[in-house]
């Protein structure tokens, strides 16, 4: 079983950064691409970002497109999601997520990590 761990989650101010990573376990083999959902109070769950493993590829929704950057680092299974220009409805449970079989531009991803909470204050 695919384990994703979640951190740096918190609160930042709007028009701030804020940096989120997430960490698959170590025995996790065969990523094909790894991203980023979000979900906030009474709205449904929304893709925000992704990235494809071995080439590096990104995909973003168009709130987040010239804000966030998604990246990722082989040796450590791990991604990172570079939150630039917070804006307050960017405020969400921010979700790790992973798929052996392709991008999801989407919500419904094979594995799905426990989340990390965004507040942004205005």
């Not at 449904?44 to 929704?61: L, P």
């Not at 419904?108 to 426990?114: C, H, I, K, M, V």
């Amino acid at each position: 079983q695919v384990q994703l761990v979640e951190s740096g989650g918190g609160l930042v101010q709007a028009g701030g950064s804020l940096r989120l990573s997430c960490e698959a376990s170590s025995h996790t083999v065969g990523i094909y691409a790894m991203g980023w959902l979000r979900q906030a109070p009474g709205k449904e769950r929304e893709f925000v970002a992704a990235i494809r493993w071995t080439i590096g590829a990104t995909v973003y929704a168009e709130s987040v497109k010239g804000r966030f950057t998604i990246s990722r680092d082989v040796s450590k299974n791990t991604i990172n999601l570079e939150m630039n220009n917070v804006r307050p409805d960017d405020a969400a449970l921010y979700y790790c997520v992973l798929d052996r079989r392709t991008v999801v531009k989407g919500t419904s991803w094979e594995f799905r990590g426990q989340g990390t909470q965004v507040t942004v204050s205005s």
